[in-house]
């Protein structure tokens, strides 16, 4: 089963995700102390962390971007629990982090652990795409070991950025809706959740990273969606 590790300052609400998620079969890991967080990521090697927004010290997005610098815990999902009504600037903060995906608070506990394992299925589907690399117009992309280059430059890119990317070129040339990449890259059920913005802001954060020539092979169709350009 799954390793979680849990940081939040607020004590009851530790204790009742710690007994859930026991109770669900998981391992599970607990600090009220983000800093300590961090060792315990690099000791523990968790398959999921989920981390507070909102805490002394260090915020649950800096908990995700200290993670994301360092080689050895970089692809562990990070899910965020928020206590208010995410601004635009707090999502945007988040995918520039590598957040995975966030949960708000309070939460009706089936459905936050239905968003655990939506993240590491993902993940899990991530890690498991095979050693074959995908070469496009100059992108150099490995599945197995999450990597990029672009003209042979290792470029970094978050999470969500890498699982798009991928997406985008497993299926180039094909049309990929904004409805299937939410879901796709994301897991979110269109349903339920339809926010074109979400893509955009990847599409375009992916652009600058890939640089202006590669950037070129990722096409927006008016009023259909976005294709990898071969």
Known sequence: MAKILIVDDDEAILNVLKRYLKAEGYIVIATNDSSEALLLARESRPDLILADAEMPGLSGYSVCRLIKKEESVKSTPVIIMSGERKSDKDVLTGFDVGVDDYVAK??????????????????????????EILSQSGIDLNPESRSVSVSGKPVSLTRKEFDLLLVLMEKAGRVLSVNYLLEAVWGYDPANYNDPGTVEVHISHLRKKLGPKAAKRIVNVLGHGYKFET
Do not use: H, N, S, W
């Open 106 to 131: 309070p939460f009706v506990l089936p459905v936050l652990k239905a968003r655990i394992q939506a993240v590491l299925k993902r993940a899990q589907a991530g890690g498991d795409k095979g050693a």
